[in-house]
């Protein structure tokens, strides 16, 4: 199946610091990409979808200015969290959706384990 | 309100018995609906999906998931339950907004297999 990375794996932070997390699509190209975040013991929230090129939509509720998203290429999405408190610490999760036969199934990266002290 | 739902937040098997991990939804217009697993502290992997055909729906690791429309459901099954198959279990349904698709999922159903 498609593969997709995060990185970093881990990432601990002062509070007050951005953090930037990386998502690639590794074996196809990513026309969608999504980032969730993920409350120990709880579902995925989604956060915001990104398309290739254009501005990320947000979901009602999660600050765009705080939680800063970039898809710059088709393999390539970043979520960076600016001014980091400790109510951020979470896993992060990427998602990617191809084109073509992989067009309805999101794959996801391994996540992205944010601590902020 | 489109969604999906899980109604167990725990199912438990004994290693060699059947297993099921339930799922209903509610949407407009076809249902695409998906199940994933997670693993401690890892992403979700994809097990299988149905956007149309048959209703049964084979998929990675020896599951498979039966869709019911009449029932709105689409629930994980597996014959004979293996203890790694004890993980998070989440199923998820694509609904449409404006001209573009998103992927919501349910509240997870941890499913512990017992040797």
């Known amino acids: 199946g498609a593969v997709v990375s995060q990185h970093p794996s881990r990432v601990i932070c002062k509070s007050g610091t951005s953090v930037k997390i990386e998502c690639r699509s590794l074996d196809f190209q990513a026309t969608t990409m999504f980032w969730y975040r993920q409350f120990p013991k709880k579902s995925l929230m989604l956060m915001a979808t990104?398309?290739?090129?254009?501005?990320?939509?947000?979901e009602q509720g999660v600050e765009k200015d705080k939680f800063l998203i970039n898809h710059a290429s088709l393999t390539l999405s970043t979520l960076t969290v600016t001014s980091a408190h400790p109510e951020d610490s979470s896993f992060y999760i990427c998602?990617?959706?191809?084109?073509?036969?992989?067009?309805?199934?999101?794959?996801f990266g391994p996540g992205t384990r944010l601590l902020v002290l | 309100a489109q969604s999906v739902a899980q109604p167990e937040d725990q199912v438990n098997v004994a290693e060699g018995n059947p297993l099921t991990v339930k799922c209903t939804y509610s949407?407009?217009?076809?249902?695409?609906l998906f199940w994933y697993v997670q693993y401690p502290n890892r992403g979700l992997q994809f097990l299988l999906k149905?956007?149309?055909?048959?209703?049964l729906v084979k998929g990675s690791y020896g599951f498979e998931a039966e869709f019911n429309k009449s029932q709105t459901s689409f629930h994980l099954k597996k014959p004979s339950a293996l203890v790694s198959d004890s993980a998070l279990y989440f199923c998820?349904?694509?609904?449409?907004?404006?001209?573009?698709?998103?992927?919501?999922f349910g509240s997870g159903t941890r499913l512990s297999i017992r040797p």
């Open positions: 949407v407009s217009g076809n249902p695409y």
């Open positions: 990104s398309n290739e090129g254009s501005k990320a939509t947000y």
């Open positions: 149905y956007i149309t055909g048959d209703n």
């Open positions: 998820a349904v694509r609904v449409l907004y404006s001209s573009a698709s998103k992927i919501i």
């Open positions: 998602s990617a959706r191809g084109t073509g036969t992989a067009q309805e199934t999101q794959y």
